[in-house]
């Protein structure tokens, strides 16, 4: 891990475009550098070019990974590929996890790179976008938008962060961490993700009770048809004390499992 470099190849793009050169660097890079989250091999292999499906493939555990790579930070939205296709896929489970990486060509390096396992994925993150026109060659298509502001934080797991390594322990043990989530539907997930970004707004390690109930407009506002709102956030803290990802200390107060 120390000797992961986050410089591009100085090898020749065999492109002439600016953006295929910079898809050939970044893929190249994440070919011959980056490591596995899921079980830390050094390996990532790539798929035949086209390949639908995704761009990288760990042959040790098989996760798969599509990598989404630009120049400018990433926003509040990323423009993906056909909203039904996409669709289909989070409810199918089969998307791949998701890399963001921002580069600099001026460093010739990656300059932020974070995956998003596949998990966190719910259709809630997925914004229709508007039909192509008439006058398009492919009117009527309908492509999306991931929402990266409506992910919590914990799935965001960086490798890279303004140019520095995160140490490779701490990124493995914070991919473990929410690996639980596999196993929910997506319904459930729906609740139990927004529950996780609750407590984030918190911004403290350890809050009680109160804290999260702060939140109850909020999530009536998401499930209007949800009268019970209180003890579905109970329901959902204890689910996540009992997947580990927080304990109960006692007297309403809880605390988040560090990931270290
Ligand atoms: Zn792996």
Redesign the pocket.
């Known amino acids: 891990m120390g000797s992961m470099k986050l410089g591009f190849e100085e090898s020749q793009s065999p492109y002439d475009s600016g953006s295929q050169s910079a898809r050939f660097w970044t893929e190249k890079w994440v070919e011959k550098s980056l490591y ?1 989250p ?2 830390g ?1 050094l390996k990532l292999d790539k798929f035949p070019n086209n390949q639908p499906v995704a761009d990288f493939l ?1 042959s ?2 098989k ?1 798969e990974f599509e990598l989404k790579s630009q120049k400018t930070k990433f926003g509040t939205k990323v423009v993906d590929g056909a909203y039904g296709k996409m669709r289909e896929r989070i409810v199918a489970s089969n998307n791949p996890n998701f890399l963001f990486m921002n580069y600099s060509l001026k460093a010739m390096g990656v300059v932020d790179l974070f995956v998003v396992p596949k998990h966190f994925f719910i259709p809630e993150i997925l914004e229709k976008r508007k039909p192509l026109a008439d006058t398009a060659r492919r009117a009527g298509w309908i492509g999306c938008n991931i929402l990266l502001n409506q992910i919590p934080e914990s799935g965001k797991i960086f490798f890279v962060r303004n140019s520095e390594l995160v140490e490779k322990g701490h990124v493995l043990s914070q991919w473990q961490r929410t690996l639980f989530l596999r196993d929910e539907t997506t319904a459930a997930k729906g609740w139990l993700l927004e529950v996780m970004k609750c407590v984030e707004m918190i911004g403290k390690r350890e809050f009680d009770l109160n804290d999260v109930y702060a939140f109850e407009a909020r999530l009536s506002g998401i499930y209007p048809n949800n009268q019970n709102v209180k003890p579905k956030i109970r329901q959902q803290l204890q689910f996540l004390r009992d997947k580990g990802y927080l304990d109960f200390v006692g007297h309403g107060t809880y605390r988040l499992r560090s990931s270290d």
């Open positions: 596995c899921n079980c091999s760990c040790a555990c996760e």
